[in-house]
Every structure is written in structure tokens, then in C-alpha cells.
Nanobody, 118 residues
Framework: QIQLRESGGGLVQAGGSLRLSCAFG????????MGWFRQAPGKEREFVAA????????KYADSVKGRFTISRDNAKNTLYLQSNSLKPEDTAVYYC???????????WGQGTQVTVSS
């Protein structure tokens, strides 16, 4: 069973930065593609960024491209999201996500709140 726990959210002024972390509990962290999603109040959960385990690089939503960077530390079993030049519209709960192909299962963390003030 995979467990995910996000941290690093908080309140920041527009233009500021935050680094979100996702601690992975389970086996073979390096063999999973992982991603970040976010959900703002009254809106559906949306894709933010993904990082592929097999060297196929990363992918970003257009709204964050050039401002956010997804990365991982396989030695620490941790996924990161470096968020720069934050905007009020980035305010949301940010979730870490893994899709396990073998079991066709989605795993989510509990989320971490990011609030950007104008």
C-alpha cells in the first residue's frame, strides 16, 4: 500500500515562492511516475505537473509552465514542487498523486494548502 504525505504549504504574498514536498511510503519509489494536482474552492481538481520515472521527462500545465518545477530525490523517497512567482490564482489545496499500473489504483495524499495573497 502506497502512502503519500504532503508538506510545505502556507501563506505567501504574490511573487513569492514555496517548495512543496511529498513523502512516499512504500516500495520502489524510483519506479513510479508521480504528479501534483490542485483544487481551488468551488473548482474541480486539476493537473499541475508530472514527472516520469523512465526518463521521459516532465510535463506541466500551461498555467504553471516556467514558474513551477517538479523534481524528485530517490534517495529520500520524496517528490518536490518548487513554485516561484506565485499568483493569487495559484491558491488551492495541492495534492501529490501516484497511479499504480499493476493494480490500476490511484493514490493521493491528504493535501497541503497554498494561499497566495495579492
Amino acid at each position: 500500500q502506497i502512502q503519500l504525505r504532503e508538506s510545505g504549504g502556507g501563506l505567501v504574498q504574490a511573487g513569492g515562492s514555496l517548495r512543496l514536498s511529498c513523502a512516499f511510503g512504500g516500495r520502489a519509489f524510483s519506479r513510479y511516475s508521480m504528479g501534483w494536482f490542485r483544487q481551488a474552492p468551488g473548482k474541480e481538481r486539476e493537473f499541475v505537473a508530472a514527472l516520469y520515472w523512465n526518463g521521459d521527462g516532465s510535463k506541466y500545465a500551461d498555467s504553471v509552465k516556467g514558474r513551477f518545477t517538479i523534481s524528485r530525490d530517490n534517495a529520500k523517497n520524496t517528490l518536490y514542487l518548487q513554485s516561484n512567482s506565485l499568483k493569487p490564482e495559484d491558491t488551492a489545496v495541492y495534492y501529490c498523486h501516484v497511479y499504480e499500473v499493476a493494480t490500476m489504483s490511484h493514490f493521493w495524499g491528504q493535501g497541503t494548502q497554498v494561499t497566495v495573497s495579492s
